[in-house]
Structures are given as C-alpha cells and as structure tokens.
C-alpha cells in the first residue's frame, strides 16, 4: 500500500462548541430579563455543536423521506418515511420548546427563549424546523375555534414528539402543517379552487388538489378551501376521531433545491372531513396569524443561517494560511469576515426583538401594531439578504467550501428558502406597503422607533429623514417598493444596534449600510471599522 503524504493546513473540524455562545444572542436575552433561560439555551447550544448531533443532522440530509403510497398488499396508505434521524430531530426539538410550547407557559419571555433556541438548533438541520415551525404557529390561528382547540391545543403545546399516525386526541403530542396553494395561484390563494362543502353535522367535505404541502404527515393540517361565501380556513386530522383514515391522498413529493430532510408533497383531497375555524370567507385572515408566526421563523431561520456561516468562515481562516500567513491577518479577508458578521449580527439582533415584540404584542396593542410593520419589512429584507450571504461566506472556503463535506453548499442550498416561504420578495413587500397604507398607526409607530435612536450617529439621522422625505411621494409606492420596505428595514436594524447592539458592529453598519459606500458585495467596510471586535464576536470558541 503507498504510503499517505502528510496532511498540513487544513482547518480542524467545527465542532464540539457551544453554537448559543454567540454575543448577539446572550447579550439580548439578558437585556430582556430572560437571563434564566440561558442554561438551557446552552444545554442546546452544546447539543447542536457535538459531533453526535452533528453527524444526526448529515444522516437526515443525506436520506430523504421516501412516499409509500400503497402497503405490500395494495391499500392505500399515503405515507412519508422518515430516516430515523430526523425523528431524533423532531423529538429533540418538540422536548426543548421549540414547537407549540410558548403558547402554553406563562413565562412573559416565552416566545422570545422559543426563537434563540429555535434559530440555535437550526444549525443542526434546517428541513426539519419546517414542521416545528408550522406547529408553533399554528396555536393562534386554532384558537378561532374554541371546541377544537380545547381538544387539540394541549398535544400541539406538547413537550412530547409521536410519530405514529393514530387519532391526534389519543397522542402525547402533535404536529401540525398548512396546505395553502394551488397550481394555478401560488400565492394569489384567492385564486384557489379546493371546495369545501358543508354536512348536517357542523363538518365539512373538502375536494381539491394542493400545489405545495410541507410535512404532509403532519397530524393536522389546515387548509384553505372555497364555501359560498368565499376562501375559508378548515381544520383537517389525517386521522379521523373513529380512527378511519382521512380522505387525502400524497400525489407525490417535490424534488427541491434544498430542505431535503424536509418532505414537500402534492396532496389530494377526495372529500376529506375538515372543520371550519374563523369566519365563513375569512380564510386567509384566519390563517395569516399563522403565516405571521412562521414568517418571524422565516427571519430568525435565515438570521442563524448567517450566523452559521459566518461562524464556519471565521473559524476556517483563523487556521488556514495563504502566501505565508493566516488567512484571518490579510487585510481583505478581514473586511470579508468583518463584513459577513455585521450582516449576520444585525440580523440576529432584529429577529430576536421581533420575538420580543410578539410577547409585548399579546398583551399591548401599540407593540401590536409596531410588530405588524416590523415583520413584514424584516422579513422581506433579512431573508433576501441571507443568499448572497451564503455565496460569500461558502467562498471564504475556497474550493474546500464547493465540497459537500464542507457542508456549506447545504448552507447555500437552504438560503433561498425563506424568503420564498410565506411569501416571495414582492409579496413580503407589497404586505408592507398594505400596512402603511390601510393602517398607517403601524408606521407612525414604526417611524417613532426610528426617532428614539435619533441623535447618537449623523450618518443615521441623515438617512431616517431621507426616508420620511421618500415616503411623500406615493404615486410610485408600489414600483419602488423594493427599495423603500429595505431602506425600513435596514434603518430598524441600525436603530435596534445604536441602541442595544456593540459599539463596533453599530458603527461599522450605520457607516457601511446607510450612507451609500457599503458595495454589493461583501468585503468593502470602509476604513476605520474596529475589525478584530467584529472578527472575535464572530469566531467561534472551541
């Protein structure tokens, strides 16, 4: 056998570190007063940085669901199979809160602690985030329907995972899922044909083909269908309170870019039995609170993809030398990872105070209404960031980074998800304008978010009275919406880092964002940005 030469310069494995011990996140959660909720975020930072964990999310990416329609006999079964490390996953997750959980706790933090944890363990595998995702949110849009979510909230709030498909009410806990778009809308779910039709006993006959389900074995759906008074919102169990099986039928699965532990189906439904929760013709009302939920997901999922990757760039250049010395002293891959960190750091900071503001907002109206503009904006603008992101950041690598074992083409693959989920670019920013335009009390209340940090950077105040200028000129709203939602969305996060962020990554952002010198590509931070406090808040400690 020839003998291997000797391996030198290459970067020792990320792995083995606490992915919580990240300052954005601490630092935030202490500021709140939730400080007590630390241990266990760390407990879970740990698991999510261990080779074991690690190594449970390779598998589950690496063996994708498999749709078994029929059983060895030939009755229709129309189930997803699972490797067993995503139920591993799934159990890990749905134990530390990170499901249905906040709902049902009286901790005025909770749905806060729910997204450090959840964007904390979105390192491990992001596909399976999809179902914990939809059955977090779910909970606000049941409680529409006070008999079923008596029934069905305490298994949806569960800190107990069950995969098997039996009667929900007979489970420990539950997953939920949506089933919204169709071929031939999208996300114009107005256009939507699925009828539903009404029984002698309050239920519902439903019959239709959906475009797109995510974790169809899900143990409820809900689902978007049309009565005669228009598009209504149903409550749909796979398995039935006799124990027969519902009337619906997995087509097939989706071959996706990425998300690939994650099961995405075209589903049939043959008259399936479903339960109307909201108003007759209320259906999309009903189910934005739940599309509301996961689009703070979408935020804070495309946040910890940044983190992740600038996390996985600053540990590879802090051992890989070029030309005679260590990637991380070269002048230009220090503006790189500098740079990738502001981008990742304002993100964070931004999804953790959305979640802020949803407890504030389940008990005060102004938070409410700040909270309503907030997410649209944030959402549109932090997860069209988080591409582009990636790119660079997997290129810090160099070809190391192209590599599957890398794992950051996964990383790449994941980072255009979100901002297609809940709605695309367009559709997050045209929400935005809705809601400056048929509730302007959100702006205003936006708008008085931005003058509380008024005063502390020139650059700063120069750009919030750009805005408000901007704003005057409504007849082109619509065509330059892009660039208004993202100009928002940009000055919240500069307000939020001059009032709470560090002092370094405050500065570099306001001077890098704001005033028009920042490039389209990452690495241009002008002079004068104080690099190694970015770089050291961004390297991970192992």
């Known amino acids: 056998m020839q003998p291997n030469h000797t391996v030198t310069n290459q970067v020792p494995p990320l792995e083995g570190y606490d992915v919580a011990d990240y300052p954005a996140i601490t630092e935030y959660l202490g500021r709140a007063g939730a400080a007590e909720a630390l241990?266990?975020?760390?407990?879970?930072?740990?698991?999510?940085?261990?080779?074991?964990?690690?190594?449970?999310?390779?598998?589950?990416?690496?063996?994708?669901?498999?749709?078994?329609?029929?059983?060895?006999?030939?009755?229709?079964?129309?189930?997803?199979?699972?490797?067993?490390?995503?139920?591993?996953?799934?159990?890990?997750?749905?134990?530390?809160?990170?499901?249905?959980?906040?709902?049902?706790?009286?901790?005025?933090?909770?749905?806060?602690?729910?997204?450090?944890?959840?964007?904390?363990?979105?390192?491990?595998?992001?596909?399976?985030g999809c179902p914990i995702s939809m059955t977090y949110a779910v909970v606000p849009a049941l409680r529409h329907n006070l008999d079923l979510a008596a029934r069905y909230e305490p298994g949806l709030t569960s800190l107990h995972y069950q995969p098997e498909m039996i009667v929900p009410t007979a489970k420990r806990g539950l997953i939920a899922g949506m089933s919204m778009t169709e071929k031939q809308g999208g996300s114009d779910v107005r256009a939507n044909t699925t009828v539903a039709r009404s029984q002698a006993d309050g239920s519902f006959l439903i019959t239709g083909h959906k475009w797109f389900t995510s974790a169809p074995n899900s143990d409820v759906l809900l689902v978007l269908a049309q009565t005669h008074e228009g598009l209504s919102c149903f409550f749909v169990p796979r398995i039935l309170p006799d124990g027969s099986r519902n009337a619906i039928f997995l087509q097939r699965l989706k071959d996706k870019l990425g998300n690939h532990s994650n099961a995405s189906s075209e589903v049939e439904y043959d008259e399936a039995v479903g339960w109307m929760i909201g108003e007759p013709g209320r259906g999309v009302r009903t189910i934005i609170e739940m599309v509301n939920m996961t689009r703070l997901d979408c935020a804070t999922a495309s946040a910890a993809l940044m983190r992740n990757g600038t996390t996985a760039a600053a540990h590879h250049v802090a051992y890989r030398r070029a030309f005679g010395v260590a990637l991380v002293d070269q002048p230009l891959m220090r503006n790189v990872v500098a740079d990738l960190h502001v981008e990742a750091e304002a993100a964070t900071l931004t999804a953790l105070w959305l979640a802020d503001l949803t407890d504030r907002a389940l008990v005060d109206e102004q938070s409410a209404q700040l909270r309503r503009i907030s997410l649209a904006i944030s959402k549109y603008f932090i997860c069209k960031r988080a591409p582009m992101h990636a790119a660079e950041a997997l290129e810090c690598l160099g070809g190391n980074g192209y590599v599957e074992d890398s794992r950051m083409p996964r990383l790449f693959r994941e980072s255009p998800l979100m901002s297609i989920w809940e709605g695309s670019g367009n559709v997050a920013a045209l929400d935005a304008l809705r809601a400056i335009g048929r509730e302007p009390q959100t702006l205003a209340a936006l708008l008085d978010e931005f003058d509380s940090a008024v005063g502390a950077d020139r650059a700063y105040d120069e750009a919030v009275a750009a805005v408000k200028d901007s704003l005057g000129d409504t007849e082109s709203l619509e065509y330059r919406a892009r660039h208004l939602v993202g100009r928002l969305a940009a000055l919240l996060s500069a307000s939020l880092l001059i009032r709470y962020g560090h002092p370094a990554v405050a500065d570099a952002y306001v001077r890098s964002r704001l005033d028009g010198s920042w490039g389209a590509v990452f690495g241009t931070l002008p002079g004068g940005v104080d690099t190694a406090a970015l770089i050291s808040r961004a390297t991970p400690k192992l």
């Open 39 to 128: 241990p266990d975020l760390h407990e879970l930072g740990r698991m999510a940085g261990s080779p074991e964990w690690i190594t449970v999310g390779d598998l589950a990416e690496e063996h994708p669901p498999i749709l078994e329609t029929h059983d060895r006999y030939g009755n229709r079964i129309d189930l997803v199979r699972y490797d067993p490390a995503y139920h591993r996953l799934m159990d890990a997750a749905v134990a530390h809160g990170l499901a249905g959980r906040p709902w049902a706790t009286g901790d005025p933090h909770a749905h806060l602690v729910r997204s450090a944890k959840f964007g904390v363990w979105a390192a491990v595998d992001a596909g399976h």
